[in-house]
Structure formats: C-alpha cells, structure tokens
C-alpha cells in the first residue's frame, strides 16, 4: 500500500475524533497524540491516544494553560511542526514534558464559529528529523474530521440544552392542554369513551408526537407523559356518565416511578390505558408489574396502533390487552383494498380467541365504518365521528 493509500484508508476509517486522533498518531508514528481544548486560563485533555505502557490516561484532566505547549501552538509562539523542541527557546512548563516529549506536530481546531477551541497534536519521545511539511498536511486533514466532529458534537450539545429549556418552561407552566376525541360502537354508533389527546400551546395545531420525543430525548419524556395523564384523568368528572376515558402512555412511562400512583384516586372502570411504541418494548418485564396493578385496580389496557408498520401480534400478545387499536394504515381505504381487509379479518379473529375488543382508528369515511363493522370490528374512532376537540363547558 502506497504511503497515499494508507492515509486515505486511516481517514476513512477515522471514526470521529478519538478514530482521527489514533489514526494520525499510528500513520505517523508518535508515541502520543491529543485534542485538548484551551480556554482563557485553562487546558483540558479532551481525547488521549498513546500505545504501549505508560499511563496515559489523562482525558478530561486539566491544569492552568499557560506555559502549556498547546498555548505556545495557538499564540504561535511554537510553529506548528517541531522536528525536536529541545531547539526552541519557548519557557514551557508542562507538565506533559515529563515524558519528555521532542518531536510535535500540532494544529489548532477552530469552533463553527472561527473561535480557538483548542488544539490537535501528535508528539514523540525522541525528536523527529524527518518530519516534512507532508507530513503537517497529514495531520491538518485528520485535524479537519475531528473539527467536524466537534462541530456536530456542539450542535447537539445546543441542541440538547434548547430542548432542556423548552421541556422545562412547558412543565413549569404546563404550557398545555387536552382535547377528546369520541369512541363509538360501529354498530349502534352509540358512544363509548373518549380518547384524550395532548395540545401544546405554543402550536395547538400541530401533533403532540414531536413535544414527546423531545422530552423523551433528555429524560424527561415520563415526568411530561405523566402531567398529561394526571391532567387528563381530572377531566373525568366532566365526561358522559358510563363513558370510559382513554389516556396514552409509552412503556417508559409506565415504567417510571409514580406512574401506578396516578390512578389511586380515580374510578378506574372508567379508564383505559392505551399503550403507545408497544413495538420498542424491549424490557416487557419492566411494565409487566405496573399494568397487572392497574389491572387489578380495574384499569383496561389497550394496545394503540396495532398493525402499524407490521407490529407484531406475538408483541400485543405478551400485554393481553383488553383492548386492540387498529392502526389507521389498517382503516385508510379499506373498502377499497381486499389485503386491507384479509388483514383486518385476520386480526378480529386475533382479538376474538384473545377476548379483546377491537376499535379502530382513523376512520374518515362511512364507507369505512360500514366495511369495518361487517368485519366485526366493535368501535371506532375517526373524524367520521368527531375530531379531537376540547370538552364543551
Ligand atoms: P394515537 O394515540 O394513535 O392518537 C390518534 C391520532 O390520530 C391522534 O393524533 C388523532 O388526532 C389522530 N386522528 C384521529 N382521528 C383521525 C382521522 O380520522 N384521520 C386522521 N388522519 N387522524 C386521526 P395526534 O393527536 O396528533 O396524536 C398523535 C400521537 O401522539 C398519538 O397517537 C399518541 O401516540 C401521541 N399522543 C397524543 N396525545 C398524547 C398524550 O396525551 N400522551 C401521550 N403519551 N401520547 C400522546
Ligand atoms: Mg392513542
Ligand atoms: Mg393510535
């Protein structure tokens, strides 16, 4: 393999910036390379790769930066390839020197927006005469995979703390509120429940799926999921007697402390849990003991959009739910599309031998509930029947 070659393949395998700094110090065969970051009086090791015995370990450890090679590196007062440091008359105290190193290649790694963040370099033990400027190229195109790297890392970490910020102004003002859509039975079209459904304020228009997984990103998807039910379960009183209220809440949810609690005060026959991402139940023994004590209180378990995305029956047959949800992707067209309706049969005979009731949801058309119900499909759910909206005064 020609030497281009080898750097070509160490910069495709350069797997983000602890792949781009091992992959240098390798190519270019230094005892010890490092990205640290430098701040006004300070240097952090950010990422260390060394090979062989010493103990190197330093990542995340920090000390003042001046005096620092790093600091000399980005002030320009050492160049940016050092054949033996020993040559340079730059007063350096560190404490890295204890090794001691002769031979640096280091560049500074800039922020997105062009400010120092800190340096990337590749040292040796001895000194190293034959470093060329080839080589310093080498290590400025590794130097550039681990400043986008950092670039992304930075996104995220904004990101994140935006999110953070958003999650927590939304629970500190709980900054929503509840809209309820009807479930009726197909054949008498009488009304059965009413599934709550969660708006946020600052876009009431928008679907709640997004606010969710934003929460859910920073830990903090129960603690939202919760406040709604706890919301939800308060509208109970204002809901038509002997009609059940629906509630959604994920597996991690259910899983999470307090969640069984929220049920205690309520009239549990009048309420359902649907559980929704029943697919990403991973741990099902997690929410086993919450849904078989909500069970026993009288709580009806519903499993949300079965069928959705080929969801899996073994899956909804570990819950044995007392209720299935039929996905609208199973309920859009279906009087036009004879597999839609194999499928559909399929799962009433599902739900007969397991004793559940079948809604189906999304249903925008007549045609559709007539369909449904000559399958045997007991409710529905849809704009056929009414679209989520607040409940009347
Ligand atoms: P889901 O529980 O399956 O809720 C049904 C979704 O279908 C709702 O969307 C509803 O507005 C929509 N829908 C109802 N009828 C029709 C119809 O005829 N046609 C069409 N195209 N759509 C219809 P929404 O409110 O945007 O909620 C989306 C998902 O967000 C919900 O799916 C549920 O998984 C989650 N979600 C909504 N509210 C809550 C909540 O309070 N707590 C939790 N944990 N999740 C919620
Ligand atoms: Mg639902
Ligand atoms: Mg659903």
């Not at 995979?145 to 994140?160: C, F, G």
């Not at 946020?200 to 928008?206: K, Q, S």
């Not at 899983?255 to 009048?270: C, M, P, Y």
């Not at 045609?367 to 704009?383: H, I, M, N, W």
């Amino acid at each position: 393999m020609s030497s281009m070659e080898r750097i070509a393949a160490g910069l495709a395998g350069a797997d983000g910036a602890p792949g781009a700094l091992r992959a240098m110090r390798r190519h270019l065969g230094f005892d010890l390379a490092w990205l640290s970051e430098l701040t006004p009086h300070r240097r952090v090791f950010r990422l260390v790769d060394a090979e062989g015995e010493q103990d190197l370990a330093v990542g995340g450890r920090g000390g003042p930066s001046a005096g620092t090679l790093c600091r000399a590196v980005a002030t320009g007062d050492l160049p940016a390839l050092v054949p033996d440091l020993l040559e340079f008359a730059v007063p350096l105290s560190d404490p890295i020197h204890r090794l001691p190193l002769r031979g640096l290649v280091a560049v500074p790694i800039r922020r997105p927006d062009g400010r120092l963040y800190g340096v990337f370099a590749g040292a040796s033990i001895g000194p190293r005469p034959d470093l060329t400027a080839r080589d310093l190229s080498i290590v400025q195109s590794f130097a550039a995979i681990a400043e986008a790297d950092l670039a992304h890392r930075l996104e995220r970490r904004r990101a994140s703390s935006e999110a953070a910020a958003r999650i927590e102004a939304l629970l500190t003002t709980d900054a929503f509120h509840l809209v309820f859509q009807p479930i009726v039975g197909l054949r008498s079209g009488a009304l059965i429940g009413h599934e709550a459904l969660c708006r946020f304020d600052d876009r009431p228009e928008a679907s709640p799926v997004k606010w969710f997984a934003e929460a859910r990103e920073i830990d903090r998807g129960p603690e939202l999921e919760m406040r709604v039910i706890a919301h939800a379960l308060g509208h109970m009183a204002d809901l038509p007697r002997g009609s059940y209220l629906s509630v959604n809440a994920s597996p991690g949810c259910i899983a999470a402390d307090g969640f069984e609690a929220l049920f205690d005060t309520v009239d549990a026959q009048r309420v359902v849990l649907e559980v929704t991402d029943h697919m990403a139940v991973t741990g099902f023994d997690r929410i086993r003991p919450p849904l078989d004590a909500l069970r026993a209180k009288g709580v009806r378990i519903a499993v949300d959009d079965a069928g959705a995305k080929l969801s899996g029956l073994h899956q909804i047959d570990r819950i044995a739910p007392e209720i299935v949800k039929l996905d609208r992707s199973l309920v859009d067209g279906i009087d036009m599309d004879r597999a839609l309706r194999a499928l559909v049969g399929a799962m009433v005979q599902f739900a007969r031998e397991s004793g559940a009731m079948l809604v189906a949801e999304g249903i925008e058309r007549a045609e559709e509930a007539k369909t449904l119900a000559a399958l045997g499909v007991d409710c529905g759910q849809g704009f056929q029947f009414g679209r989520p909206a607040p409940l009347q005064p």
